[in-house]
């Protein structure tokens, strides 16, 4: 066969006819020949998940028993005697701080008497360093008034560390609980129409919340716990919405008082409340979407402007150099 019968046009189309024909005939035969497993799928899927939500069960029990434990460990004695001595309590926190460190996740006294511990002892450890590190590294050409006030600062700063880190540990901890607490609303939604009392709403949501979020587990499991032995209902719906300090969470325990209080179904409340949420998780979506273009600007100038106008401007500068460097 030589190239012109090849490159014919009967030779083309006799080509895709037959592939064609292929196609088609594999698209009629195939479905035929295929098994439907759909069923073995589907219980694959559901074996997986069975497995799942048993291990984040196990992990969950053993964190609410962490927590538990946590609630009735005492601090060390010798850190204990160091702040009552020094009367650290009432200088450096107040019930603010207290809050906070619940926000957190640390609860107990234990947390308080580290995080007072910390305060005080940071800025000495840092202040040892930084005169070892002045003194014996660096040139001793810079003045030791210089070395000795560098120190000074860097030392004071050690005390503003607890709780920058604080801060982000309450950050970071209401930012999870944010992105669970819709599917967690829904799922409570589903559990109060079905019949289910707000207690057992709340435990069953904890258990299946766990995959996603082990933190609003956790909260929700020891709200389920101050409903079952507080003298108020609406207590336990308050400490709640200040552990977590996310704004979702306080509007749907703000409803539920509401709710208990007035004597309306829960289950429209959480409805109405379940929407909301949704709307403003879009809302969030949106305002991230929208914030886009202002954040990229800086980086676009900053480190693609300079590689376009490098590639854009070198062909002349090279044909400027040749045509008068040159001999």
């Avoid at 379940?274 to 998780?281: H, I, K, P, Q, S």
Wanted: charged share 20%; net charge positive; glycine share 4%.
């Amino acid at each position: 066969m030589d190239l012109e019968s090849i490159a014919s046009s009967q030779f083309l189309a006799a080509v895709l006819a037959m592939i064609a024909v292929t196609g088609t005939i594999f698209s009629l035969v195939m479905p035929l020949l295929s098994r439907d497993t759909l069923k073995t799928r589907m219980k694959s899927v559901a074996l997986e998940r069975d497995k799942l939500r048993a291990k984040e069960r196990a992990r969950l029990q053993e964190n609410q028993t962490d927590a538990r434990a946590s609630l009735r460990n005492q601090p060390k004695a010798q850190m204990k005697s160091f702040v009552d001595r020094l009367n650290l309590k009432e200088m450096l926190s107040d019930d603010m701080t207290v809050e906070r460190l619940r926000m957190a996740g640390y609860r107990g006294s234990a947390p308080l008497y580290y995080f007072l511990t910390a305060r005080i002892a940071l800025p000495g450890v840092i202040f040892v360093f930084t005169v070892a590190y002045a003194f014996l590294i660096l040139s001793s050409s810079i003045p030791a008034l210089s070395k000795i006030s560098f120190c000074i600062a860097l030392s004071g700063f050690g005390a503003f560390l607890p709780n920058i880190y604080l801060k982000n540990k309450i950050d970071k901890r209401k930012l999870i609980i944010q992105r669970a607490w819709p599917d967690a609303l829904d799922l409570m939604l589903i559990c109060v129409e079905s019949g289910m009392s707000i207690e057992g709403a709340f435990q069953r949501v904890a258990e299946e919340i766990g995959v996603q979020s082990v933190e609003l587990a956790e909260e929700l499991s020891l709200t389920t716990a101050e409903l079952s032995y507080l003298s108020e209902r609406r207590l336990a719906y308050e400490n709640l919405a200040k552990r977590t300090g996310v704004d979702g969470v306080k509007n749907v325990m703000m409803a539920l008082i509401q709710a208990e209080r007035y004597g309306t179904p829960v289950g429209s409340a959480i409805r109405t409340m379940a929407d909301d949420t949704r709307e403003m998780r879009m809302q969030l979506a949106e305002q991230k979407a929208a914030s886009l273009p202002p954040k990229l600007t800086v980086p676009m100038i900053i480190f693609f402007l300079p590689v376009l106008f490098f590639i854009i401007m070198s062909p002349a500068i090279m044909q400027v150099f040749e045509k008068f460097g040159g001999p």
